[in-house]
Structure formats: structure tokens, C-alpha cells
């Protein structure tokens, strides 16, 4: 499944359907399943920094440029939205 997220634009829609894709990609879920799972890492500083390297982790094995800028930009927001929930 192609990613929606454009690295030159942000998108909040894109954003939150990609990071249930690559939930989805790396623990072999369904999108309904990834979604429960997101929300569950979501939740707490220790599932927030399981799911960036999570998203690391595909980023490291894509191996399609244009889906790894995809992938990179996805986790560039996750960490600055993971950055601020911190604060």
C-alpha cells in the first residue's frame, strides 16, 4: 500500500492514514487492527518512542526512494508531536 503523506506538504489526513499503514506494515495487522494498536502506543512516553522506531524500522527497509521521503516525513512529525506531548 502506498503512503498519502507529500514530504513538501503536511497533511493531518495523510499523516494519520500513514502512520496506520506502517503500523499495519510492520506488525502484519489489518488497518483496523493497526488503529487499535496506534491508539495503544499512543498512550504513554514508552509506546510513543516504540512507535517512532517502529516507523524507523520500515524507513530503514523501504527500499523505493520516493516511499522512504514519505516514511521520513511521517517520522519527522511524529517525533516533533512526540517532542511536545513530552514537554
Known sequence: ??????PARFSITAFLAD???LVARHERLSPGAALLRLRELSQDQRGRRSLLAMVAAV????????EAGK?????REMAAWMEAAAE
Open 71 to 75: 516514511i521520513a516525513a511521517v517520522r
Open 19 to 21: 502512520q496506520v499503514a
Open 1 to 6: 500500500m502506498r503512503l498519502h503523506s507529500d
Open 59 to 66: 524507513e530503514r527497509q523501504e527500499t523505493d526512494p520516493v
